[in-house]
Nanobody
Framework: QVQLVESGGGLVQAGGSLRLSCAAS????????MGWFRQAPGKEREFVAA????????YYADSVKGRFTISRDNAKNTVTLQMNSLKPEDTAVYYC????????????????WGQGTQVTVSS
């Protein structure tokens, strides 16, 4: 069974940093693109960042461009999201996702999802 498990969420002051990690299992990790999404209370789940199978190409939502960095380690079956200069509007549950196509900026492009990790940014 495919399983994605996020970790690293927490509480941070505005302007601070957090690093999220996602551990994947159940199929060959290097064959799949990875993405990060987030969902705030009462809002739709939105795209944050994506990375291709090799890690050579990345793409970011305009709202996080220049502040967040996605990376992957195919030897360890992990993908990470480094979040800097955090803002209160970044507060959300962050989800790791896996799919066959690099950069589909909707939830429909990904077929497996983690359970999420809470990120809270205080003002």
């Amino acid at each position: 069974q495919v399983q994605l498990v996020e970790s690293g969420g927490g509480l941070v002051q505005a302007g601070g940093s957090l690093r999220l990690s996602c551990a994947a299992s159940g199929r060959i990790f290097s064959n799949y693109a990875m993405g990060w999404f987030r969902q705030a209370p009462g809002k739709e789940r939105e795209f944050v960042a994506a990375i291709n199978t090799s890690g050579g190409r990345t793409y970011y939502a305009d709202s996080v461009k220049g502040r967040f960095t996605i990376s992957r380690d195919n030897a360890k079956n992990t993908v990470t999201l480094q979040m800097n200069s955090l803002k209160p509007e970044d507060t959300a549950v962050y989800y790791c996702a896996q799919g066959p196509v690099f950069f589909v900026p909707t939830t429909h492009g990904y077929d497996y999802w983690g359970q999420g990790t809470q990120v809270t940014v205080s003002s």
